[in-house]
């Protein structure tokens, strides 16, 4: 279970303050923009009226954000939210998905170690204690070891990331609402419909308990958002990693690995997209 040790950490001092950061999110998070941004290069660099497959695909999921966009925001409104939409979309995506690429390499790695075993070489070794302790002990020497170094982790494990992304749409949810609605009707929405809001009801206003009611129904909106994702992409790393320790690469940890990380990695983006599409709704 070497996936569970403690992240490791950097110290950086600034200011005469020091500080630990965990770099391997960091560095995931800018190999899935890097990532998104060859994807959309090689798709859209030779457009053509009949799409060639990697067109086609880009065109399936973004025709796919823009219908959900356009249904629940409508025609009007929801056609300049279908950019944002979607890139937050395909990154959620990708970034759930990333986690598989470093399991398909280390499987791919002993493949090759227990190919090269056959020879007569000593590339990997098997210590069987039981049907489930099934430990692989790989050499650090062969030309394929660094299948077994990619970083293992993928940025929306981080919750660090998953409340930056719940913040931008936080951000955007209210800019917009301030902006379609102006300022005094913006502010309106958090005084509640217990007081009216005229007159010399607005003498009511530090008295009124709906104010900060509707203020940590906002701010707790963020939290909930960024929680949900974190939670299910570090449960089902967990769940996949304990069973990967009692037998290592088999079919279960190969069917888990399909199942939380394609499967749920993508049923998680479409919640979270939903999620953003749903609380713009509610300031439009």
Same mark, same amino acid.
């Given at each position: 279970?070497?996936?569970?040790?403690?992240?490791?950490?950097?110290?950086?001092?600034?200011?005469?303050?020091?500080?630990?950061?965990?770099?391997?999110?960091?560095?995931?998070?800018?190999?899935?923009?890097?990532?998104?941004?060859?994807?959309?290069?090689?798709?859209?660099?030779?457009?053509?009226?009949?799409?060639?497959?990697?067109?086609?695909?880009?065109?399936?999921?973004?025709?796919?954000?823009?219908?959900?966009?356009?249904?629940?925001?409508?025609?009007?409104?929801?056609?300049?939210?279908?950019?944002?939409?979607?890139?937050?979309?395909?990154?959620?995506?990708?970034?759930?998905?990333?986690?598989?690429?470093?399991?398909?390499?280390?499987?791919?790695?002993?493949? !090759?170690? @227990?190919?090269? #075993?056959? *020879? =007569?070489?000593?590339? /990997?070794?098997?210590? $069987?204690?039981?049907?489930? %302790?099934?430990?692989?002990?790989?050499?650090?020497?062969?030309?394929?070891?660094?299948?077994?170094?990619?970083?293992?982790?993928?940025?929306?494990?981080?919750?660090?990331?998953?409340?930056?992304?719940?913040?931008?749409?936080?951000?955007?949810?209210?800019?917009?609402?301030?902006?379609?609605?102006?300022?005094?009707?913006?502010?309106?929405?958090?005084?509640?419909?217990?007081?009216?809001?005229?007159?010399?009801?607005?003498?009511?206003?530090?008295?009124?308990?709906?104010?900060?009611?509707?203020?940590?129904?906002?701010?707790?909106?963020?939290?909930?958002?960024? !929680?949900? @994702?974190?939670? #299910?992409? *570090? =449960?089902?790393?967990? /769940?996949?990693?304990? $069973?990967?320790?009692?037998? %290592?690469?088999?079919?279960?940890?190969?069917?888990?690995?399909?199942?939380?990380?394609?499967?749920?990695?993508?049923?998680?983006?479409?919640?979270?997209?939903?999620?953003?599409?749903?609380?713009?709704?509610?300031?439009?």
């Amino acid at each position: 279970m070497n996936n569970l040790a403690p992240p490791e950490l950097t110290t950086l001092s600034l200011l005469g303050h020091s500080f630990q950061i965990n770099f391997n999110p960091i560095f995931m998070t800018w190999v899935v923009m890097a990532l998104l941004l060859l994807m959309a290069y090689l798709a859209t660099r030779t457009l053509r009226s009949v799409p060639n497959t990697g067109q086609n695909l880009v065109e399936v999921v973004y025709d796919f954000v823009e219908d959900l966009t356009l249904t629940t925001l409508g025609q009007k409104e929801g056609k300049s939210f279908v950019p944002f939409i979607f890139t937050i979309f395909s990154f959620i995506l990708l970034a759930n998905w990333i986690g598989v690429i470093p399991n398909i390499a280390q499987l791919l790695g002993i493949v !090759f170690a @227990l190919i090269h #075993n056959l *020879f =007569g070489a000593d590339s /990997i070794q098997i210590a $069987v204690d039981g049907i489930t %302790q099934i430990n692989l002990v790989q050499s650090s020497g062969s030309w394929y070891s660094f299948l077994f170094k990619i970083p293992h982790e993928e940025p929306t494990r981080s919750v660090n990331t998953d409340l930056a992304i719940a913040l931008v749409v936080f951000i955007v949810v209210h800019f917009n609402g301030i902006w379609k609605k102006g300022i005094a009707h913006y502010l309106k929405g958090y005084w509640g419909d217990v007081i009216p809001c005229k007159g010399y009801w607005l003498l009511l206003a530090p008295v009124n308990i709906m104010i900060p009611l509707n203020i940590i129904s906002e701010l707790s909106s963020v939290i909930s958002h960024s !929680f949900r @994702l974190f939670g #299910n992409i *570090f =449960g089902g790393f967990m /769940i996949v990693t304990i $069973v990967s320790s009692l037998v %290592q690469f088999l079919a279960v940890p190969i069917a888990l690995q399909a199942f939380f990380g394609l499967f749920s990695g993508l049923v998680q983006a479409f919640v979270f997209t939903m999620l953003a599409i749903t609380y713009i709704g509610q300031k439009v």
